[in-house]
């Protein structure tokens, strides 16, 4: 690890002056700051400053979440934990509230921030290798997609294959969140504008313009959603492929559904397909429900290592699904 | 919290079976609140005053040559000693090539990084696979049985490489100070440590003590003398007359420290109708890395009568690392490949797989101990191996293990001094079993005083020397030797009393820590322990003194299992361990040990597993993330039962309860899905593509 500064302006102006001016040329900004010490660690990056955002409150920020009419908020700095635990989110978006407690460890989701959880940097074992100069790093190779991608996506056109690690994007993607930005041209960003896939830049997962600092998400109530999420390991580790629904019910018939595939692309994978086909569907019928799920596949193309998240990712939909109905999933 | 804060005892109500099955039904582990505190100092927490630091230059990659490097560049960096290179390639990751000595751990990573070796790489192996395997090859007799079995079981089983993940990494803190040395090294052996030390520190073994106070894991990697870290730490504390300090880096841990190695059997077995086995081949390779030999697997293991088995074996090699003695090495994977060849067979044959067990099974006692344990996991509920449907399905399996019981050198000291406290002194170290607390069980039974009385000295080359812990021989070799002192201490304490008395020894007697004339109260032990003439008293035992354990130590386990068919995801729900081990000294760090090596097992046959990049040969998951290893939410319900039927003196516990595990989980998961997967780690992928019949 290099040495570097430690800087905790006091407002989102001074934060943006830090990241802009001329006094350091490679300021980097952290939330709970695991993913930025895993970079350091490793090597990856150098910052000569490390800004700290947690002290920072954007105006009408009161609780780490919070509600106002129809419009949920989640500031920047909201724990981990306190998404999981939050009254408002468990009642009105529970699949938010969901995917955050599934992620990771009680420690990490004690440390990590909503807005770090956002725009976190891939798991790719490659990328996070010094010893890989692979094409995210600026080199010339990809090399998970002749060597080891298991863990790897099964959508998208390359030429990188990550998958991108927010167990929170998806969950925002079905409940129209919004990123509020300080500092850049816009005052915000949709989610499902946040990230691009690698064909169109791929040393950065998501829009974000140098200086720009998220300083809280809005998002509207989704009371009937979930989350489902499918593991090697129950403790500690990296989904295989989850998904988050969001339906809107007739007794047991879904009028309209909005679902969101996690760990099996390089972006936040929105599935129009499966929402089309759930139309109708009556959640009794377990046939057609999977019927419908079958369609998450629809498009894909998996790497050497990966065709058995092709069994999964259909699996995790019709439970996200269920879940979101209150129903009882399998395990 | 100080130790005396909290009391020696704690109930046990939890595990009514094993209640009364030990000496001590209550104690805990000595050195729990030292070790949960903090308060414990491991040999990495040793930074002494005036220190430097060394690290290891390594080839990050399987296989390449070192084309450049920027050494004098390095040497220029603030803080940065000496830069040295002594190899020119690496034949695995962490292949050592080198090294940096600097002033802090900063300055000596700023030195690493400025080293800037520029590898050109080579192309690699990296399995067992990329190597030329040797075609079967059945003898005229394998043949001849081969043709005249009802049916012929053709498999192959393969086993993935597990690496140890130490807590504490491998590494040792040197300090030369000129005449003498004393030597903090994290070992498994604070004798065998002297190994190789005596050149590199320049100093007679009389003149350098090695200490290991507490290690932080040691499952057999730690066994190989002062190891690299420690001659290399000695060298340049000689060379430099300060202390060095030498840890390897997770990554180096990882890929230069050992690995239980991976394994690959192909077998054709012959059995009749009714499930007789006839005999067959049993073709196996090791993958033993860069390594020379080690890859060894103990299948057939002997426990089961398989008829007449032909058995050939290979090491195969590739650019990884060399394996080290790992826990019970070559034993869980012999008893994964085994145990699910049992169940393929017993489940062609239509025969019950417990029932085909105690018809092949060797040992009178394990049969005792199958039927014990399916009683307890409820056997009769064990659904027909491909029977059931539904998402959900449910798997019972069995798993066994067997062990011998050795004895290392021990010498052991028991000391009485005039204050009336106790210490019960040899040089062996606890790699986590709980030696202190066996020792001080020993000392305070035989001598009749209650345990709190009585400290423990080990960890130390300059105290009595103590067994290596390898092939579980610590408890074994130790307990009988310490009770043995004990016992001539307090011989020589009677005999003082007796004299003064001008009475006979044997008209005295110790019982809960009083003195006893005629079986009357007579004095306390503090007023018995001041007529102490000199300064103390000392009574010694060594090897082959005491009542020795003999015999094996068994045992079987039984998994209780879910598998969900929707995901591929096993879910572990129970296991029934049952164990024996001679007479059980102290039952809570007996269960914990059983406990622990079902943990390690099932981390085994679910999860770890060591993944090298195809094309560089470098390990992808050098580190305790991508490495994966069994956390809380995947622990079951775990239950030791410590079986003590005909039990004399004390036997071996560290190693057999890791062996039946990954058998058993993998005859449950064939249980619960019909189709045999036959390589672990048991990954949701592996299993899907069992279900969708894409074979194991
Ligand atoms: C073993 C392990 C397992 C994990 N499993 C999961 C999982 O299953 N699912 C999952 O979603 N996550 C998982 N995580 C990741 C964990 O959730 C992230 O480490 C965490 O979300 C990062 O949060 P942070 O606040 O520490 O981010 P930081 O490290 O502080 O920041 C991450 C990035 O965001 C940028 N940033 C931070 N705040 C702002 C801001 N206000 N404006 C602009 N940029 C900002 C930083 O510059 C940095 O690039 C896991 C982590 C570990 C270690
Ligand atoms: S998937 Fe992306 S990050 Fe991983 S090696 Fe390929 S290009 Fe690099």
């Known amino acids: 690890m290099n040495p570097f500064s430690l800087a905790r302006p006091k407002d989102h102006a001074a934060t943006h002056a830090l990241l802009t001016g001329r006094r350091f040329s490679l300021p980097l900004l952290k939330g709970g700051g695991m993913d930025v010490v895993d970079h350091l660690k490793e090597g990856l990056w150098k910052p000569d400053v490390v800004i700290d955002t947690r002290h920072l409150r954007a105006p009408g920020a009161s609780a780490p979440i919070s509600k106002d009419g129809q419009t949920i908020r989640i500031e920047a700095w909201a724990t981990m934990s306190e998404i999981a635990a939050s009254d408002i989110l468990l009642k009105d978006a529970p699949c938010v509230a969901h995917a955050v407690g599934s992620a990771a460890s009680p420690q990490v989701r004690n440390v990590g921030t909503a807005a770090g959880n956002l725009l976190q940097r891939p798991r790719c074992w490659y990328y996070r290798n010094e010893q890989f100069q692979c094409l995210k790093k600026g080199g010339g190779t990809c090399f998970a997609f002749e060597g080891e991608n298991k863990f790897h996506a099964i959508f998208g056109e390359g030429p990188c294959y990550i998958v991108h690690p927010s167990n929170l994007a998806p969950a925002l993607c079905i409940t129209d969140a919004v990123v509020h930005l300080h500092g850049g041209k816009r005052a915000s960003l949709p989610i499902t504008d946040l990230y691009h896939t690698p064909d169109k830049g791929i040393r950065t997962e998501h829009n974000l313009e140098p200086g720009e600092i998220v300083t809280h998400i809005t998002l509207s109530p989704a009371p009937v959603s979930g989350f489902y999420a499918i593991k090697e390991k129950q403790s500690f580790d990296w989904p295989l492929a989850f998904a988050c629904a969001a339906l809107q019910l007739d007794g047991s018939t879904i009028r309209s559904a909005r679902v969101c595939a996690g760990a099996v692309a390089p972006v936040p994978w929105l599935l129009p397909g499966v929402d089309a086909a759930l139309k109708g569907v009556d959640l009794d019928d377990d046939k057609a429900l999977r019927a419908a799920c079958a369609k998450a596949t629809e498009g894909a193309r998996p790497l050497s290592q990966n065709a058995y998240k092709l069994t999964m990712l259909p699996v995790a939909v019709r439970r996200a699904v269920l879940m979101a109905a209150g129903k009882k999933v399998e395990a | ?696």
């Open chain 2, 1 to 696: 919290m100080r130790r005396d804060d909290i009391p020696y005892s704690m109930p046990t109500t939890n595990r009514p079976r094993n209640a009364g099955s030990a000496i001590s039904d209550d104690a805990s582990r000595l050195d729990a609140v030292a070790k949960v505190t903090g308060q414990a100092i491991y040999s990495r927490d040793r930074y002494l005053p005036n220190s430097l630091f060394a690290g290891f230059i390594f080839c990050p990659y399987g296989k390449a040559k070192l084309e450049s490097h920027a050494s004098e560049a390095a040497k220029k960096i603030p803080g940065v000693v000496e830069v040295e290179i002594s190899g020119r390639e690496g034949q695995y990751h962490g292949h050592t090539v080198g090294h940096v000595l600097a002033e802090s751990p900063e300055a000596l990573r700023r030195g690493l990084a400025a080293v800037a070796c520029k590898w050109v790489r080579e192309p690699v192996r990296t399995k067992i696979r990329d190597g030329e395997l040797a075609e079967p090859s059945p003898n005229a007799k394998t043949s001849d049985i081969l043709a005249k079995a009802d049916h012929v079981l053709e498999a192959e089983y393969e086993t993935q490489v597990q690496t140890h993940c130490c807590l504490e990494p491998h590494g040792a803190t040197i300090d030369h100070k000129g005449e003498s040395a004393t030597c903090y090294i994290s070992t498994q052996g604070t004798f065998a440590a002297t190994d190789g030390l005596s050149d590199a520190i320049g100093l007679p073994r009389s003149k350098y003590e090695v200490i290991c106070e507490y290690i932080g894991g040691g499952f057999g990697s730690k066994l190989n003398g002062a190891g690299k870290e420690g001659v290399l730490a000695a060298r340049l504390s000689a060379g430099h007359n300060r202390p060095v300090y030498l840890f390897r880096t997770r990554e180096e841990d990882q890929t230069d420290t050992g690995n239980r190695p991976s394994g690959l059997a192909r077998v054709k077995i012959g059995f009749t109708k009714d499930g007789t086995i006839l005999g067959g081949l049993v073709q196996k390779f090791g993958g033993v890395g860069v390594g020379r030999g080690g890859g060894g697997m103990s299948f057939p293991s002997g426990r089961y009568n398989l008829g007449d088995i032909q058995s050939d074996h290979d090491d195969v090699r590739f650019n990884g690392g060399a394996p080290r003695p790992f826990r019970a090495p070559g034993h869980p994977q012999g008893a994964f490949c085994e145990e699910l060849m049992l169940d393929e067979i017993a489940t062609k044959a239509g025969v019950d797989p417990l029932a085909l067990r105690l018809n092949l099974e060797n040992s009178g006692a394990r049969k005792e101990m199958l039927e014990l344990g399916a009683e307890i996991v409820g056997w009769k509920n064990r659904a027909k191996t491909g029977s059931q449907a539904g998402v959900i399905r449910r798997g019972f399996g069995i798993g066994s293990a067997a062990w011998g019981s050795g004895q290392g050198r021990t010498d052991c000291e028991v000391v009485i001094n005039r204050d009336g406290s106790i210490e019960a002194r040899t040089g062996t170290q606890d790699i986590g079993t709980g030696q202190r607390t066996t020792m001080a069980i020993m000392t305070a039974e035989a001598i009749g005083v209650p345990l709190a009385f009585v400290g423990v000295r080990i960890g130390s080359s300059n105290l009595p020397v103590g067994p290596g812990s390898g092939g579980s021989v610590t408890t074994p070799s130790t307990a009988p030797v310490m009770a043995a002192a004990a016992a001539r201490a307090r011989e020589q304490l009677l005999t003082t009393i007796a004299n003064l008395n001008s009475a006979d020894a044997s008209e005295f007697d110790v019982k809960g820590g009083e003195i006893l004339r005629a079986g009357k109260p007579f004095m306390t032990w503090a007023q018995a322990c001041a007529k102490i003439g000199g300064e103390q008293i000392v009574g010694r035992a060594k090897q082959g003194e005491g009542e020795r354990g003999k015999g094996h130590s068994d045992g079987v386990q039984f998994v209780d299992l879910r598998v969900d068919t929707d995901t591929g995801v096993v879910y572990v729900d129970r296991v029934i361990a049952v164990q024996s081990c001679g007479r059980v000294i102290c039952r809570k760090t007996a269960e914990s040990q059983i406990i622990g090596g079902v943990i390690q097992g099932l981390s085994y046959a679910l999860f770890e597993n060591q993944v090298l990049d195809r094309n560089a040969g470098s390990m992808l998951n050098a580190n305790m993330e991508s490495y994966k290893i069994l956390g809380p939410n995947d622990m079951p319900h775990i239950e030791p039962v410590l079986w003590t039927k005909g039990a004399t003196g004390v036997r071996s516990l560290g190693e057999p309860p890791v062996v039946p595990t990954a058998g058993a989980v993998a005859c449950a998961v064939f249980n619960a899905i019909g189709t045999p997967v036959r390589s672990i780690p048991l990954t949701p992928d592996k299993v899907l593509a069992a279900l969708a019949g894409g074979g194991a």
